[in-house]
């Protein structure tokens, strides 16, 4: 697949994108700039660049140019929370304006969409992003976005992001790319033809889920690029430099961290499915997953999130979810601790998650470990 544009790789780029040595003092590692506000010059201006934190701040900034690196795009534009980052993208949009969702994604996302946002005016439509029939027939001439997170969360769906990027270009809209799942290690969706990409940091790219952020990067400058700048500041959604600096800390082993949680999710998949209490497992690294052809071509590795289904229903899912030692019992994701959560209890009636599934977000423990944590559960079930 197309790599980012700058000379070095990825995992060059995650140490050294947006970490200046600090000009006051040479300190390697970027102090924590907590001022809010910043002196001015004797003729009013501001010709160190900042004057108040909501506009800009230097762990910002940084955490900003890195992930602009990581992804291979021309503004990134950080927010409190990767709900801020994709309400900004939506407010970004004007009412009456329609948008295109694939059918499985975050809920919360969903949940804005139908509830805020339909309010407020903007039309949208939720297809089977997997079938391009689908995405045309859904098209309006007031489409202006397609929204798709590839893989997907619960069901761990693979969208293709290169034809849903064509579509969308054929009619004069953007496709936006959750990438919070796979994160610029392994997949990069502004090269497959996405024109942003949007991230919950709090996940992999904070990496020991102790800090909160999101971050969307636009493929280009431009004025929709602009818009969403304008509610980072205006709007006040901006990540806090504490929390700057700790996912940008987080960064610096992404690359290792991914890899790990590919392989173990990989063994895990492997025994879950031969396993004879589960009936179904999610994850695009097994050759017969409906998305392994597509996720063989458009990402590095298959990632460290899967989801599986038990012989049973509610009361035998949460009941293995409460025999696990190792594996923790929370929501969330990408840290290195193995969680497990029960998507149809959190999601309530719009879930697509049947009440057999679990999702299991795969952490950096030793695999055998998870594995017979996993095989006693599930055992001492049958
Ligand atoms: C795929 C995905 N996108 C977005 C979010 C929301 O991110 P945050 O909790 O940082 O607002 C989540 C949270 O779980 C998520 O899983």
């Known amino acids: 697949m197309a790599e980012t544009k700058h000379p070095y790789t990825l995992q060059t780029l995650s140490i050294h994108s947006g970490r200046p040595v600090e000009p006051a003092t040479g300190a390697v590692s970027l102090p924590i700039y907590t001022s809010t506000t910043y002196v001015r010059d004797a003729d009013g201006g501001f010709s160190r ?7 800009g701040n230097p762990n910002r900034n940084s955490i900003e140019d890195c992930l602009m690196a990581l992804e291979g795009g021309e503004q990134a534009v950080a927010f409190s929370s990767g709900m801020a980052a994709a309400f900004a993208v939506f407010q970004a949009l004007a009412p009456k304006d329609h948008v ?22 903007l039309e949208h439509t939720v297809v089977d992003m997997r079938d391009i029939r689908q995405i045309r027939e859904a098209c309006r001439p007031e489409t202006k976005l397609l929204w798709l997170e590839t893989p997907s969360n619960p069901l761990i769906e ?47 790219l904070s990496g020991h889920s102790d800090a909160m952020g999101g971050m969307v990067v636009l493929k280009s400058n431009s004025e929709f690029g602009q818009r969403i700048k304008d509610y980072q500041m205006n709007g006040g959604a901006v990540l806090a430099p504490f929390d700057c600096w700790l996912i940008l800390r987080g960064i610096q082993t ?3 961290r991914m890899r790990l949680h590919c392989e173990n999710a990989r063994r895990i998949a492997n025994f879950l499915s031969t396993h004879r209490a589960v009936a179904a497992v999610h994850y695009p690294g097994l050759a017969n997953d409906p998305g392994h052809t597509i996720a063989s071509r458009q990402m590095r ?24 030692k190792l594996i923790v019992r929370a929501t969330s994701l990408g840290g290195t601790h193995s969680l497990i959560e029960h998507r149809a209890s959190i999601e309530g009636e719009q879930t697509r998650a049947p009440e057999s599934l679990l999702r299991l977000s795969v952490g950096l423990e030793d695999a055998n470990d998870l594995i017979q944590d996993l095989d006693h559960a599930l055992s001492t079930g049958l």
């Open 49 to 55: 660049e900042y004057a108040y934190i909501r506009d």
């Open 254 to 256: 992404l690359v290792p």
């Open 158 to 204: 693979i969208v293709e992001i290169q034809p849903a990027a064509e579509i969308a270009h054929e009619i004069g809209a953007k496709l936006a790319c959750e990438n919070t799942f796979a994160t610029p290690v392994l997949q990069n969706p502004l090269a497959l033809g996405a024109d942003l990409v949007v991230h919950s940091m709090t996940k992999y």
């Open 301 to 324: 590795d298959f990632g460290g999130m899967l989801a599986f289904e038990i012989l049973g229903g509610r009361k035998e899912a949460l009941a293995l979810a409460s025999r696990l």
């Open 100 to 121: 295109i969702l694939h059918r499985d994604m975050y809920f919360g996302v969903r949940e804005v969409i139908r509830g805020v946002f339909a309010r407020w005016g």
